[in-house]
């Protein structure tokens, strides 16, 4: 680990440091007796995979108290890497909260509209540093916005959120023909759902959109989202309590909340990536068989053995190191740069076109 961190009440850090140090054990002692969680992960993934997982648990125990479970969850947290060359800049008073994360060398002209995950009620540290890792990683500016999190804001407060964040990046002097609009997990669904809403909003659509993890239907859909509890570090009960924080105890629908039920045709490329052991994987592959029909422009890239939000790993897994290349060659591509942008084994779902 490149830097741990370890802060806030006493209780907590010293319950999370013993809930790491358990399943450290307990994961090195399966391992001496051959019996990985998962044959092809490492030590660290089944590690970090099993303490998040335990991490969130507790947490959503914890969820009476919202801002006691949030200061739980970031109490004790690793990090692989740090990113010493890239800059963080808050937005200035009277501008969407939010953060630029600006490499100071840049491999590309495009910028990154990036909406954090957190299920809509996380903003972690991690997350704070993943917005730096695409900065650092794909060479581009990132501007991360602080949207408003449930319960506290239901629906609509974050898609008004991304939607002002998307106005002020084109204020700033972004040209949408350079603009990359992304999220992971719920950021994900924000990324999306944003999307949908652009030509109602009266904006211009984005070069790409990334979906890294999405989440595409705030309901019940297919086998992964609770089969593969055992593999992911979130869990299918938590996308429900997620989608019921979201609604807020409005009269709404899982299809008005859901991209899955939205239009994307016309609304440029959309490139997503999942792990086939995330609870998620299923409603992703539905999500891009439904914009293929809308002859929309997608593609789905799927890591067979990899869970949620992989790409966290950074340089550290083959898997993460790879899933963020194509990202970057993604970028290239839809920007008219030259690219390797190509579907290959991990492709599922390919509907690009030129």
């Not at 961190?5 to 307990?26: E, N, P, V």
């Not at 899982?254 to 990536?273: H, K, N, T």
Request: net charge negative.
């Amino acid at each position: 680990m490149k830097k741990t961190i370890i802060q806030g009440r006493f209780s907590h850090k010293l319950r999370s440091m013993a809930i790491s140090g358990w399943i450290a054990t307990r994961v090195l002692v399966r391992r001496a007796l051959s019996r990985p969680l998962v044959a092809e992960w490492p030590f660290l993934v089944e590690y970090g995979t099993l303490y998040i997982r335990a991490q969130f648990n507790h947490a959503f125990r914890l969820s009476s108290d919202i801002a006691e479970s949030r200061a739980y969850f970031d109490s004790v947290y690793a990090l692989l890497e740090t990113y010493p060359d890239v800059d963080i800049r808050p937005t200035g008073q009277g501008e969407p909260r939010g953060h630029w994360f600006l490499p100071r060398v840049r491999h590309s002209d495009a910028t990154l509209l990036h909406f954090h995950g957190g299920g809509y009620t996380f903003y972690a540290g991690v997350s704070h540093h993943f917005a730096a890792c695409l900065a650092n990683t794909l060479g581009v500016a990132v501007f991360a916005p602080d949207y408003r999190l449930t319960p506290e804001h239901p629906h609509p407060a974050q898609l008004e959120d991304g939607l002002a964040a998307y106005a002020h990046v084109l204020e700033c002097g972004v040209d949408p023909a350079t603009l990359v609009l992304c999220g992971d997990s719920a950021g994900g669904h924000l990324a999306l759902m944003t999307l949908a809403r652009l030509r109602q909003a009266g904006l211009p659509k984005p070069a790409l959109t990334l979906g890294l993890s999405p989440w595409t239907d705030i309901g019940r859909r297919g086998r992964s989202q609770f089969g593969n509890d055992p593999y992911d570090l979130v869990q299918g009960y938590m996308t429900l309590q997620f989608a019921a924080w979201l609604k807020g105890g409005q009269a709404l629908s899982d299809a008005e909340l859901s991209p899955i039920c939205q239009d994307f045709s016309d609304l440029g490329p959309i490139y997503l990536q999942a792990g086939g052991k995330e609870i998620l994987v299923d409603m992703i592959r539905d999500f891009a068989t439904t914009v293929a029909a809308q002859c929309g422009q997608v593609r789905l890239d799927v890591w067979e053995h990899m869970v949620h939000e992989f790409h966290g790993y950074g340089d550290y897994l083959p898997e993460s190191r790879d899933a963020l290349a194509r990202l970057r060659e993604a970028i290239a591509w839809a920007l008219g740069r030259p690219n390797r942008f190509a579907a290959d084994a991990c492709t599922e779902c390919d509907h690009m076109g030129g």
